[in-house]
């Protein structure tokens, strides 16, 4: 019978497959749900993270004009990456019909208010400098970063649990 440390190749060998070790510390130690359940958490912090550390090379790369544009880009990524899960969340609400309902017009309105922001942030921002105006723009994309990193931190994860 095969036996493996990490899985199994055929179906007869799951049964005698050695556990996998668990720890009680790391992506490991913890069911799948809860694991996943966690990644909203965990974007927010590798936004708040990256966000630092990029501001800081921004500063030091390309000077405070075009920093103070990119922590601007950065708060409102960071505002509408939240919205945008509380649109979600109400909307996954209302098609399941359960749980805390929040008024459609509420709904609406915060999905408008972020792309106003964004719009307003841009106009302000190119008024007051060009150069500031790509800071901005760089750091809308804050998010993006964010989901690699987590999408790395999950793979990380797989493999670690032997998936």
């Keep these: 019978m095969l036996r493996l440390y990490f899985g199994t190749i055929c179906p007869m060998a799951r049964y005698n497959a050695m556990p996998m070790p668990q720890s009680s510390d790391g992506p490991i130690s913890r069911s799948p749900d809860d694991f996943y359940s966690g990644a909203y958490a965990r974007i927010v912090r590798f936004m708040l993270g990256l966000g630092i550390v990029a501001t800081i090379a921004v500063l030091a790369r390309f000077g405070m004009i075009v920093a103070a544009g990119f922590v601007v880009g950065c708060a409102i990524a960071v505002l509408n990456f939240h919205w945008l899960k509380r649109v979600v969340s ?3 609400d209302r098609a399941t019909a359960t749980g805390e309902r929040q008024s459609s017009k509420g709904v609406v309105l915060r999905f408008l208010l972020r792309y106003f922001l964004i ?12 150069d500031s105006l790509y800071g ?14 987590e999408a790395v931190y999950e793979l990380y994860a797989a493999l670690r649990r032997g998936i």
Excluded: N, T
């Design 90 to 92: 109400a909307l996954a």
């Design 119 to 130: 719009a307003l942030g841009a106009y302000v921002i190119f008024k007051i400098s060009r």
């Design 136 to 149: 901005l723009l760089a750091g809308l994309f804050l998010p993006v970063g964010a989901i690699l990193m």
